[in-house]
């Protein structure tokens, strides 16, 4: 047992013995650094509305729903291009077509149906954002009977990003720069940087505009927060 410990330590001795004769430099020492998280949060005004609204139709004949659906969404449409709203802003959303049953049947008998339903829905984006409510009022006059909901966005979200990313980084520096002066040390350059997934998510505010033309629907455009997380690692360095 005594021969076993001897070998085990003797020889990592011998070894920097030899190492030290030979002029061979020790190994370098840990590198001291910090890593914060950072985090930026900044706020805008939606400038685009998307409005999902469409028809449904009930008829006898599966042919004459779909038809009298179709004739329905043309009269959309028509309303949507008298109010300016492009081409390329509409676009068919949804389509169906299904039998209709009575809500009270005999199970013992064979199911039969007393009719078809035909809808269709329409997405439709919208800018400026403040003729949403126009636009929706418009649509349910023309014969609209189903609004599946509305979201507000911004066009071009990526100089808000930029700013939340921006802010993100300023956040993880101040944090670290906390950390530094409570430890005695001195901050010292970035070694590492790296960011996590984030996004426009709509927050309701207390400042809010109630957009309403006419005889518009009124639609409460409020605030977007577009967020931004980073992760940087600092080297810390002696405060003298």
């Known amino acids: 047992m005594t021969i076993r410990s001897k070998l085990r330590y003797g020889l990592p001795l011998a070894a920097l013995l030899l190492a030290g004769a030979a002029g061979a ?29 469409g028809v ?31 081409e390329q802003d509409v676009q068919t959303g949804s389509l169906n077509l ?10 013992d008998q064979p199911l ?24 929706l009022d418009a649509l349910v006059a023309a014969g609209a009977n189903q609004v599946q909901g509305i979201s507000l966005a911004l066009d071009d979200p990526a100089a808000v990003q930029d700013a939340a990313r921006r802010a ?3 956040d993880a520096r101040r944090r670290a720069a906390l950390y530094a002066e409570a430890a005695g040390v001195r901050l010292g350059p970035v070694l590492r940087i790296s ?3 984030a996004g426009p998510v709509p ?6 505009a109630m957009t309403e033309a006419a005889s518009g629907v009124p639609i409460a ?4 927060t577009v967020s931004a997380q980073v992760t940087m690692v600092f080297a810390l360095e002696p405060a003298n």
């Open 98 to 107: 299904g039998p209709q049953y009575p809500p009270n049947r005999d199970y």
């Open 221 to 224: 455009v409020g605030e977007n």
């Open 168 to 170: 993100a980084v300023a």
């Open 195 to 197: 960011e996590h997934s």
């Open 25 to 53: 430099a020790p190994p370098p020492p840990e590198a001291h650094t910090l890593e914060v998280g950072g985090m930026g949060e900044v706020r805008a005004r939606p400038d685009v509305a998307w409005l999902n609204a």
């Open 112 to 135: 039969k149906p007393v009719g078809y339903v035909a809808s269709q829905g329409l997405r439709v984006r919208v800018k400026p954002v403040d003729k949403a409510g126009q636009v």
């Open 56 to 86: 449904e139709s009930r008829a006898a004949t599966a042919r004459q729903a779909l038809g009298d659906n179709a004739q329905a969404v043309r009269k959309l449409l028509d309303e949507l291009k008298r109010l300016g709203v492009a």
């Open 203 to 208: 927050v309701p505010m207390m400042r809010v």
